[in-house]
């Protein structure tokens, strides 16, 4: 423990978890009884559950990037960077900014909240072709991509050009590849009139999913009402299904169909981010193994939560269930692992984390959505009201939300004028480089490291 200065608390990660946690720190803890720091790469805490709005252009990408500066108790340190490893046994992060520098970071406590990655199988193509759906950089780069595929096709007069740059696959059934399938093929719906060189009957979307349902979490008969909603507007749905072999211009489906493609999104799930591998502990499916106080077992003062933990899901009252990596439960983690952190270091005992899952929302688009809060099951404009109001409400700030409000009235009014902006274009643009999974380092070189700066200052 260093004893000289404030005890330190370090925050990895400014996402639901990270900010949450920094906000009740700053509430609770008087200037003199800690030093906070947290370790963010952007200047924002991004709001995932909106990316397929930016994504298809109801929202811009301004709208669900929520300041970190903009609240008046902010007396945290923000590091711009990213943590690239972290030596338990030193205490020690080490973190890489967004100037390309390496600096270790020490601690007295540390909360990590990296989040996730997009989880990838060894499927032959997948990373070179495939894009995610987890960044604002990604949302707006899709964006980009997908008009780009109307502009082309309307000015290609080869007819099997044409069909592959206006079939699109979206893989994943979750919420967060359904709402994307859903918001994407919106837009080119509505694009296409723009374009009266094309038929609109060339334009395909699939949406697959090697799970035999849609959502399984919504049950059987609101998942049947999406996939009706989605079947009827349109989207080819095929369950039990995913991809054998992706290429640039196609992708063969496990059923043997080979579609010719030039955009196939990857929402199969997330990974916990690299990071939780630097530390060498024990992991659950890749997320840390924590207690229900959220702590690491054996190591005082290191927390982790949210998507990159797996805390035991006490509500649940099953042996081993783990609490899903949702960012309804991200945010209240954030908000009990404050006050763990707190309890510890006034030497009081410290509480577990049980929450009960409230329910989920969906958005698809324009009146079409399915939700079911607190076990009631929603359809159509009822459904939208409680899915938008609940994700106008977590946002964070009166501007974010005055935002996200004026950008839905000016979407439903004015709609969208798909403009193409191209200035991603030619930029790397592989999940690598939108996610960052090759920053990190392996554990043995966080400990070389650490223990070679040490020797340097002594
Ligand atoms: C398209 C989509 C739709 C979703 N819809 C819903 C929904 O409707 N309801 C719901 O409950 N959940 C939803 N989720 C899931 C939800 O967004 C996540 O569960 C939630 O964001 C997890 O919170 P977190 O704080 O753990 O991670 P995040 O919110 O992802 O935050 C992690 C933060 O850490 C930063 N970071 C990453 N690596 C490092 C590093 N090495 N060093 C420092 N910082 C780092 C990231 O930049 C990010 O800011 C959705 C997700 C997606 C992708």
């Known amino acids: 423990m260093n004893t000289v200065t404030r005890p330190r608390i370090l925050v990895v990660g400014a996402g639901f978890a990270g900010v949450e946690c920094v906000r009740r720190l700053e509430r609770k803890l008087s200037p003199g009884e800690a030093e906070i720091t947290l370790v963010t790469p952007f200047a924002y805490q991004l709001y995932l559950p909106l990316l397929p709005q930016v994504a298809s252009g109801v929202l811009t990408p301004q709208s669900v990037a929520v300041s970190l500066r903009r609240s008046s108790r902010y007396r945290t340190r923000i590091i711009p960077g990213g943590?690239?490893?972290?030596?338990?046994?030193?205490?020690?992060?080490?973190?890489?900014?967004?100037?390309?520098?390496?600096?270790?970071?020490?601690?007295?406590?540390?909360?990590?909240s990296p989040g996730s990655i997009t989880r990838t199988f060894d499927i032959p193509g997948l990373t070179d072709t495939a894009f995610g759906m987890k960044t604002l950089a990604e949302a707006a780069y899709i964006r980009d991509h997908v008009i780009t595929q109307?502009?082309?096709?309307?000015?290609?007069?080869?007819?099997?050009?044409?069909?592959?740059?206006?079939?699109?696959?979206?893989?994943g059934g979750g919420y967060a590849g359904t709402e994307t399938a859903a918001c994407l093929q919106r837009l080119t719906h509505a694009a296409v009139k723009r374009y009266p060189r094309l038929d609109p009957r060339l334009i395909k979307w699939h949406l697959i999913?090697?799970?035999p349902k849609l959502m399984p979490e919504l049950g059987d008969k609101l998942g049947r009402s999406a996939l009706e909603i989605l079947r009827r507007r349109?989207?080819?749905?095929?369950?039990?299904?995913?991809?054998?072999?992706?290429?640039?211009?196609?992708?063969?489906f496990t059923d043997g169909r080979v579609i010719p493609t030039r955009t196939l999104i990857w929402t199969a799930g997330v990974a916990a981010s690299p990071l939780i591998g630097t530390l060498g502990a024990e992991?659950?499916?890749?997320?840390?193994?924590?207690?229900?106080?959220?702590?690491?077992?054996?190591?005082?003062?290191?927390?982790?939560?949210?998507?990159?933990?797996?805390?035991?899901?006490l509500a649940k009252g099953q042996d081993g269930a783990v609490c899903p990596p949702t960012a309804q439960h991200a945010m209240r983690q954030g908000t009990h692992v404050a006050d763990n952190v707190i309890a510890a270091l006034r030497g009081q005992p410290l509480r577990p984390y049980v929450h009960k899952d409230l329910g989920l929302v969906v958005d698809l688009g324009g009146a079409d959505a399915v939700s079911k809060p607190l076990g009631v099951e929603l359809?159509?404009?009822p459904a939208q009201a409680v899915a938008r109001g609940y994700h106008w409400s977590a946002l964070r700030t009166g501007v974010a939300k005055t935002r996200v409000m004026t950008n839905w009235l000016l979407n439903a009014v004015a709609g969208d004028d798909f403009v193409r902006t191209g200035f991603q274009a030619r930029k790397p643009a592989k999940l690598k480089d939108f996610e960052y999974t090759d920053a990190y380092l392996s554990p043995e070189e966080?400990?070389?490291r650490v223990e070679g700066a040490g020797r340097a200052r002594a």
């Open 150 to 171: 109307l502009d082309l096709a309307d000015a290609s007069e080869d007819p099997a050009e044409r069909a592959s740059r206006l079939q699109f696959v979206v893989v």
């Open 379 to 381: 359809r159509g404009l």
């Open 446 to 448: 966080v400990r070389a």
């Open 234 to 252: 349109g989207i080819e749905i095929s369950l039990g299904v995913s991809i054998a072999k992706a290429g640039p211009e196609e992708v063969t």
């Open 283 to 313: 992991t659950v499916k890749g997320r840390l193994a924590v207690t229900a106080e959220m702590c690491l077992p054996d190591h005082d003062g290191v927390f982790a939560l949210g998507d990159a933990a797996a805390v035991p899901d």
């Open 209 to 211: 999913d090697i799970a």
């Open 83 to 112: 943590a690239i490893g972290v030596d338990l046994k030193a205490k020690v992060c080490v973190v890489r900014t967004i100037t390309d520098k390496i600096v270790d970071e020490p601690f007295d406590y540390i909360v990590l």
